[in-house]
C-alpha cells in the first residue's frame, strides 16, 4: 500500500494512494528501524537543488511511504533516518541532498555500492551477447546499441552496468520502469511521480538480500560493511567542498599560458633553424599597398597538437614514433611525450622543450577556470565528485567533464561548453591529482577564522608492504628509523658505498646516489624491471640488470611475496586486495586469457612467429599486455588497495565522532588523497580535530599493519600544506 504525506491533498486524490498524517508516519517508519530510502530531487546538486520527496519502504514491500517535501518540512523526519537504517540505491545523492537540510545519515547499506564491489575490476566495455553467454559472465547489463558507420552496420551489445534496472532484473528479473525519472525536474510532484517514488523503494530489500548472500558465501561481510558505511564520508566530502584562493589561482594560470608560449616559440624557432622546407613556410605575401618587413621570411608551419605535423618532425629528428595505442589494441604513430622522453639523449635541445610543452599544456588545458566556474556562489566553494569503487586498487578518483548543469545555469554558463573554451567548463574538477607544488596547493584555503589541516600516513605503501611480506630489510628501514631511499641506494650501489657505513649518513656522504637510487626504487615497487630502467632512464643493460639482482636479494622477501600474488592472480583470475575483509578484484576475461596460456596451437604459433622474425599477431600482444597488467594490479592492489580499505574505514569513524561531537558542518572534509585526509575547522576545535583524526587513522591502521607501527603526521596551516 502507498502513503502519501502533503498538505495538497486534495490536488493529489487517487485510487493509487492514501493519505496519511505526518504524526502517523513518523511512527510507522519508526516501527521498521530498517527500511528502503530514496529521494526524487529537481538536481544533482545538493546545494542548489531541492528535494520533491522523500520515499521509505518497509522490508517486506508491503507499505510504501511517500512524502511531499515541497508542503512537509523534512526535518520533522530527521530522527527516524539519523536512528534508522537505510537501505538505497546509489545513497550518496541522497545523502547530501539530506546533508543540505541538516539530517545526517548514519547508517546504511547501498544495494548501487554493494555491485560494484562485486564486480571490482569489471570495466564498462562492450560485450557481444554471444560472448556473455560464451563465458559465462553474469555481470548486470544494459542492451545498447552501437550507430552504424560507413562499412560498419549497427550491432547490440551488453554493457556493465549498476544502474537500479540493471541490477533488479538480473537477480529479480523484473524490470524497474525508472522513464519516469527524467521527467521529474520539469513536471514537479504528480501522480506518476508519486507512484514512480514509490516503487523505488519496492525492490531494494530483495536485491539487498540476495546480495548479501553472495557476500556471505565469499566471506567478504566485512568489505560490505566497510564499502557501504564509507558512502557517508565520501557524500560529506562533496558536501563540504574545499576554498579556492581564486585571485592566486588564475595568476598561476596566466603565467603558464605565458610560458606555454614562450616555449612554442622557442620551438618554432628551433624548427625554423632547422632549414627543412616540409616544416617551414614563407610569410612574404606581395601586397602594392603596404611595406612588407622581410627581416623574418620564414615561420613555423606546424601545429604541435596535430599528430600528422609532428609525427613527420620527431621522425626527421630520428625518434621512433611508433607507439601501443591501447584503445585501437595496435602500434600506431604517436607524437606523446612519454615516447620522446624514453628517447630523450635523440636530440637533447628538442627534447627538453618539447617536454616542458607537454607539461605546460596539460597545466593550461586542466587547471584553468574551469576552477573558478566550479565554486559554488551559495557555499563560495568547489565541490567536486569522488568515485568509490572506480579505479583497479579501490582507491577513490575524483571530477568529471560532464557539465554541473545546476551550477552551470545558476552562473548563465553553456549547457554544453565547447571543448576549446576552458572559460565555459563548468565542471568537476580534479583536486586529488594537482601538480605536486607548494604554490598549488597552497591555492586550497581554509576560511577565516578556520585551519586547514592535513594528516597523512607515514610512508603506507612500504610500511604495508614490509608488514604484508614480513622482509626483513624493509622491515629494519623502519625499525631503525633509516631513510628508505638510503637504504636502498646502500643495497643497489655496494661497490660505491661501503658495507659498514652508517645507513643514516648516506643522506648527507652519498647524496647524488640516494637521488640515483629513487628511479630503481620506484621502478620495482610498481613491477618494473631492468629493461623498464634502459626505457626510462637510458641505462646500460649490464648495469640495469645488476641493480635489479642487488635490488630483489636486498628485499627478498618482499620480492617472493610478489611472486605469490602474481601466481595466484594467473592460476585464479583474482587478486586479493585485503584478506581480513574479503575484498576482491576480479581479472574479468581471465577465462579467455587462461585458454590461451594453455593452448598448444597459440604457442606455437608464437614460436614460429618469433623464430621468422615476424611480429607478434595481435592476439599474442592482447595476451602478454593482460599478463603485465594484472601482475601489477595483484601486487600493487594488496599495499594500495589495503590503503583505499583503511582509509574508508577510519573516514567512516571520524565522520561519526564528527556527528556524535555535533560538529557536522564546523569540522569539514575537504579533500581526500589516498592516504592524506584534508579537514577544516574553526581554530579552538583544531587541536581536538588532529587529535581524533589521528587516533581513528593510527587505530584502523593497526589492524591491517600487523608488524610495524602506521604512524600520522599532521600539517596545520592557512593553507594544503603536505
Not at 149 to 157: G, I, L, M, V
Not at 668 to 693: G, R, W, Y
Amino acid at each position: 500500500m502507498i502513503y502519501f504525506v502533503s498538505n495538497q491533498k486534495t490536488l493529489f486524490e487517487s485510487d493509487s494512494f492514501q493519505s496519511m498524517s505526518v504524526e502517523e508516519s513518523v511512527a510507522l517508519i519508526k516501527s521498521w528501524k530498517i527500511f528502503q530510502f530514496d529521494t526524487e530531487g529537481t538536481g544533482l546538486d545538493c546545494h542548489i537543488a531541492k528535494v520533491l520527496l522523500m520515499q521509505f519502504g518497509s522490508m517486506d514491500k508491503t507499505t510504501q511511504v511517500v512524502v511531499d517535501c515541497t508542503t512537509i518540512d523534512p526535518l520533522l523526519y530527521k530522527d527516524v533516518i539519523e536512528q534508522g537504517f537505510l537501505v538505497g540505491q546509489n545513497l550518496k545523492y541522497d545523502a547530501k541532498m539530506l546533508m543540505a537540510l541538516g539530517i545526517f545519515i548514519r547508517r546504511c547499506y547501498d544495494t548501487m555500492i554493494a555491485e560494484m564491489l562485486r564486480y571490482f575490476g569489471f570495466p564498462r566495455i562492450p560485450v557481444s551477447p554471444e560472448e556473455y553467454e560464451e563465458q559465462k559472465y553474469d555481470f548486470p547489463y544494459h542492451i545498447k546499441t552501437s550507430k552504424a558507420k560507413k562499412n560498419c552496420p549497427s550491432r547490440t551489445y551488453y554493457e556493465l552496468s549498476f544502474a537500479l534496472d540493471a541490477i533488479g532484473y538480473k537477480y529479480l528479473g523484473v524490470n524497474i520502469d525508472k522513464s519516469v525519472r527524467g521527467k521529474i525536474k520539469y513536471v514537479g510532484i504528480t501522480e506518476e511521480v508519486i507512484v514512480y517514488g514509490a516503487n523505488d523503494v519496492v525492490h531494494l530489500a530483495d536485491i539487498m538480500n540476495a546480495q548479501v548472500a553472495y557476500f556471505k558465501s565469499i566471506n567478504a561481510m566485512p568489505a560490505l560493511k566497510i564499502e557501504c558505511s564509507a558512502v557517508l564520508p565520501i557524500a560529506y566530502f562533496e558536501y563540504c567542498g574545499v576554498k579556492i584562493d581564486e585571485a592566486k589561482w588564475l595568476s598561476i594560470y596566466k603565467r603558464n599560458c605565458s610560458d606555454l608560449q614562450k616555449v612554442k616559440d622557442k620551438l618554432n624557432a628551433f624548427v625554423v633553424n632547422l632549414g627543412n622546407k616540409d616544416f617551414i613556410r614563407n610569410t612574404i605575401q606581395l601586397d602594392l599597398f603596404e611595406e612588407v618587413d622581410t627581416s623574418d621570411k620564414s615561420k613555423c608551419s606546424i601545429n604541435w597538437n596535430s599528430t600528422d605535423d609532428v609525427v613527420p618532425l620527431l621522425k626527421f629528428l630520428g625518434y621512433n614514433t611508433k607507439g601501443w595505442n591501447k584503445e585501437k589494441k595496435e602500434e600506431t604513430e604517436s607524437k606523446g611525450a612519454d615516447l620522446v622522453k624514453k628517447q630523450k639523449h635523440v636530440n637533447p635541445e628538442f627534447s627538453a622543450l618539447y617536454l616542458e610543452l607537454s607539461r605546460l599544456e596539460k597545466l593550461c588545458s586542466t587547471y584553468g577556470p574551469q576552477y573558478i566556474n566550479a565554486i559554488n556562489p551559495k557555499t563560495k566553494r568547489i565541490h567536486t565528485e569522488f568515485r568509490q569503487l572506480d579505479t583497479v586498487t579501490g582507491r577513490l578518483s575524483c571530477g568529471s567533464q560532464k557539465q554541473n548543469e545546476d551550477l552551470a545555469s545558476l552562473k548563465d554558463l553553456p549547457l554544453q561548453p565547447r571543448k576549446s573554451h576552458p572559460e565555459e567548463v563548468c565542471a568537476y574538477p580534479q583536486i586529488q591529482n594537482l601538480p605536486n607544488t607548494d604554490e598549488v596547493r597552497s591555492c586550497f584555503i581554509a576560511e577565516e577564522g578556520n585551519d586547514f589541516i592535513s594528516i597523512d600516513y607515514n610512508s603506507e605503501e612500504s610500511r604495508l608492504l614490509a608488514s604484508l611480506s614480513g622482509d626483513k630489510g624493509m622491515l629494519e628501514v623502519f625499525e631503525k628509523g633509516y631513510d628508505m631511499h638510503s637504504y636502498v641506494a646502500w643495497l643497489i650501489y655496494p661497490d660505491k658505498i661501503p658495507r659498514d657505513i652508517d645507513i643514516k649518513k648516506i643522506k648527507k656522504e652519498y647524496h647524488d646516489l640516494r637521488q640515483s637510487a629513487k628511479g630503481p626504487e620506484f621502478t620495482f615497487a610498481f613491477l618494473g624491471n631492468w629493461a623498464t630502467l634502459v626505457g626510462n632512464y637510458g641505462m646500460p643493460k649490464e648495469e640495469a640488470m645488476q641493480i635489479e639482482e642487488n635490488y630483489k636479494k636486498g628485499f627478498a622477501g618482499a620480492t617472493k611475496y610478489q611472486e605469490q600474488c602474481k601466481k595466484y592472480t594467473e592460476s585464479t583470475g583474482i587478486i586479493r586486495v585485503c584478506r581480513e575483509t574479503g575484498h576482491i578484484s576480479r581479472w574479468w576475461d581471465w577465462q579467455k586469457w587462461i585458454k590461451r596460456q594453455h593452448s598448444t596451437e597459440f604457442w606455437d604459433e608464437y614460436r614460429e612467429r618469433k623464430a621468422a622474425g615476424l611480429p607478434r599477431t595481435e592476439e599474442a600482444n592482447e595476451h602478454f599486455a593482460a599478463r603485465n597488467k594484472y601482475d601489477k594490479n595483484s601486487v600493487n592492489s594488496t599495499t594500495q588497495g589495503l590503503g583505499a580499505v583503511i582509509f574508508k574505514e577510519f573516514t567512516y569513524a571520524l565522520y561519526i565522532w564528527i556527528l556524535d561531537k555535533g560538529y557536522q558542518n564546523k569540522v569539514k572534509f575537504c579533500v581526500p588523497v589516498h592516504d592524506e585526509i584534508c579537514e577544516e575547522c574553526p581554530k579552538e576545535l583544531t587541536s581536538e580535530v588532529v587529535a581524533a583524526t589521528k587516533h581513528f587513522m593510527e587505530t584502523v591502521g593497526a589492524k591491517y599493519c600487523h608488524r610495524l607501527p602506521l604512524p600520522a603526521e599532521e600539517e596545520v596551516g592557512q593553507f594544503w600544506k603536505h
